[in-house]
């Protein structure tokens, strides 16, 4: 695939992680009316200011602070080992004795609570495990409006719930999210708690230092992130067992994309359910961080989903001989994916990688919709899918967010991935699979758990019932699937000559009862067919600039030439009369494909019959064709050198998100693509889909 571009416009975006922006985080100060920009949210705070004064706030915490640690675990005696250890940031503490007089300070104020015990001040009710929340948060986090951070401290199993993004650093102590731990020491990592998914959790787990001075330990990190009248106040908070992070204000790429179009502004706020339980006058609300009182639920795990977690963990630390291969499959709104990511981030606990099958075309977890993908995860999932969209190693573009149109191209297209891994690699592998889990469905789940060497079967299911049968291993030596079935299985025995033969399989029956379970999100943002348009929009933010400025609008990006006798032109979904095949792929998404054939040219476009199954290297739009030069106008994020090897343009059946095409700034009139005069009864024509909110029996649990 040839491709040209202008020279002025060198060093187009390319696909940024939010792991890249964490050493560019000199952000400009937001202040806390950023917060209050919307008529909302305004109303909001005033009405939540006037509950505060109306109040006690002593009363108010001691009705809301509950204990969600299981068991308490008994504090071990703390030593004065005096250690040199590296921080964060990393730079290396220095030995105490070589401390300054300012430092000798800080020394003698801490010892004074060592001899003394513990702190008979009336403010330890609000070290108490539990939600940090109210008044809590007053007491327990300090702001440093010079550098823009939050220091928090938190108590052994205390935890907060929140909305917003942030970067979190563990500056002592570790901490919790989403199973991932996160020490001192390490890195930052990037939070996202936006209103579309259940919010996050950080949640404060006990000290792996036993033998360490906490409270001298903790005076040298705080003086380094705040002046010293707030580091004797939050010296205060310092016990046993304490936690201390850093919180700071994140802003990227991804972020600021999103936030430009209307509909999209608020999409780290809290939605209008949890407007009234939002607490809006903290030191973290300057932040883009909104806390959370109690009532609003977290993550909730069932005793049986903890169970199911545990056991696939130990299976993989070596109590399994082999290579783990974890399928999990359920019915739709069960929570998998969410059980997925609390998978991956556990297992990053004890290995370094994760490999990862992706067998959901409608609720891709890496990709944009309608992929099937296989790659290796290396970094925490702690957001939703749209927050870590990256280029799989190996991935193919069904084009469809069902497979419902061609079951045989989809099993084929995961037998081809799986064909690719290596049969010696040991890292252990999870398989997403769909929600359609009835009729064809079911069978497809079936024919997958036969084809792929499962060693753990994971069936989530909700309300004491499974959705469909419980997929034993018994049970699936008489269950027929689409391609095989009892006792002949010639398609098993084919693709298994080269595999390892299957086996019996752990299965794991997880009961989730969530809020919500077995329902579509109904609030803004939270229906599947926002997810999948959250996370096209997540891929095409890489199209923008990394460095902090102004969103640039798809329409004033220079495309790639890419001349029509270069690559193939195909259709994944339908039929299309080769004449309109322009009409139909103009201002379209497209799947960049790598065919194994040369492509050969008469000297016109080159249309293929039918749709292939071939590597998939990325994604752009089509802005343009330009018949009389025979060039196609493509924006993609993709890299030049790979775009070289992509010879094939694949259309599938996602559309670009209309605010894509509405939105673009700078036109007086009509907008390209966009246009109220036509007519219906042209070949092609249709009006752009429009959500009406109408509630399907599906998504009410019928």
């Known amino acids: 695939m040839k491709v040209s571009k202008p020279t002025q416009v060198k060093g ?102 060592n001899r003394n015990g513990v702190e008979s001040s009336g403010d330890m009710e609000d070290i108490r495990p539990g939600r940090l929340e109210g ?13 823009n951070h939050v220091v928090l401290v938190m108590q052994e199993n205390q935890t907060l719930c929140f909305r917003g993004k942030c970067m979190l650093t563990s500056l002592y102590g570790r901490v919790e999210v989403m199973g991932f731990t996160i020490e001192e020491g390490q890195q930052s990592y990037a ?6 998914h259940c919010p996050l959790t950080v949640r404060a787990l006990e000290s792996s230092h036993r033998t360490r001075n906490d409270r001298t330990d903790a005076s040298v990190i705080l003086r380094k992130y705040l002046p010293s009248a707030l580091q004797k106040k939050l010296m205060k908070r310092v016990k046993s067992n304490s936690s201390i992070i850093l919180l700071e204000p994140m802003e990227t790429p991804l972020t600021r994309f999103l936030s430009s179009f209307t509909n999209l502004s608020e999409l780290f706020s809290p939605p209008m359910s949890e407007l009234v339980s939002a ?17 609003v639920e977290g993550l909730k795990m069932s005793e049986s989903y903890r169970e199911a977690l545990n056991t696939v963990v130990s299976a993989c630390n070596g109590d399994f001989d082999g290579c783990a291969v974890i399928l ?116 497809l789940l079936v024919d997958m758990i036969r084809f792929f060497p499962v060693s753990h079967l994971v069936q989530l299911s909700h309300g004491g019932i499974t959705q469909c049968p419980t997929l034993t291993p018994d049970f699936l030596r008489m269950a027929h699937g689409y391609q095989t079935h009892p006792p002949a299985q010639t398609a098993l025995d084919e693709f298994t000559e080269s595999h390892s033969p299957p086996r019996s399989y752990t299965h794991l029956n997880v009961q989730s009862d969530f809020q919500g379970v077995g329902r579509q999100g109904t609030s803004k943002h939270q229906r599947t067919n926002e997810h999948r348009e959250l996370s096209l929009l997540a891929y095409l933010s890489q199209l923008q600039s990394a460095d902090p400025g102004p969103v640039r609008p798809l329409h ?22 080769p004449s309109h095949m322009f009409y139909a792929a103009n201002a379209s998404l497209v799947g960049l494909c790598c065919l194994g054939e040369k492509i050969t040219s008469r000297g016109g476009p080159v249309v293929l019959s039918q749709a292939p199954i071939c590597p998939c290297v990325g994604f752009g739009v089509l802005r343009g064709i330009d018949m009389e030069r025979g060039l196609y106008f493509l924006l993609t994020p993709v890299d030049p050198s790979i775009l070289r090897k992509v010879n094939c343009l694949l259309l599938g059946a996602l559309s670009l998100p209309s605010c894509i095409l509405t939105t673009q700034p700078g036109f007086e009139g009509e907008m390209p693509y966009v246009t109220t005069d036509y007519s219906f009864d042209l070949t092609g024509a249709g009006k752009l889909r429009v959500f009406k909110g109408m509630t399907r029996p599906s998504q009410i649990g019928m």
Not at 135 to 147: F, I, S
Not at 191 to 196: D, E, R, T, V
Not at 558 to 572: D, F, M
């Open 12 to 113: 187009q975006a390319k696909s940024q992680k939010w792991k890249d922006v964490r050493g560019k985080r000199s952000r400009p100060p937001i202040s806390s009316s950023d917060l209050k920009s919307s008529p909302v949210m305004a109303k909001v705070i005033q009405e939540h200011q006037a509950s505060v004064k109306k109040k006690p706030s002593v009363k108010r915490l001691r009705k809301k602070a509950k204990s969600v640690s299981e068991s308490k675990k008994k504090n071990t005696p703390q030593s004065g080992l005096k250690k040199s250890y590296t921080q964060a940031n990393g730079s290396s503490v220095l030995p105490m004795e070589k401390e300054s007089d300012d430092l000798q300070d800080w020394k003698e104020y801490s010892q004074s609570f």
């Open 135 to 147: 008044e809590a948060l007053h007491y327990c986090a300090e702001r440093d409006d010079r550098q």
């Open 191 to 196: 939070l996202f708690s936006p209103a579309s």
């Open 279 to 295: 607490v809006l006058d903290t030191p973290l609300n300057g932040l883009g961080m909104i806390p959370l009182v109690s009532n």
């Open 328 to 443: 999990v499959c359920g019915t739709k709104n069960v929570g998998k994916s969410t059980f997925v990511r609390l998978l991956i981030n556990t297992l990053l606990n004890h290995t370094t990688s994760v490999d990862y099958l992706e067998g959901d075309l409608g609720q891709t977890e890496f990709t944009p919709a309608g992929c099937l993908s296989m790659l290796t995860v290396r970094e925490p999932l702690l957001g939703p899918p749209f927050t870590h969209q990256c280029t799989p190693e190996q991935m193919i573009y069904f084009g469809q967010s069902s497979c419902e149109a061609d079951l045989d191209r989809y099993l084929e297209s995961l037998k081809s991935l799986w064909r690719r891994r290596p049969l010696s690699r040991e890292t252990p592998i999870i398989i997403n699979t769909m929600g359609w889990v009835k009729g064809f469905g079911f069978q």
């Open 556 to 577: 004033s990006l220079t495309p790639y030439q890419v001349p029509h006798t270069a690559v193939a032109l195909g259709v994944t979904h339908c039929e299309i009369t």
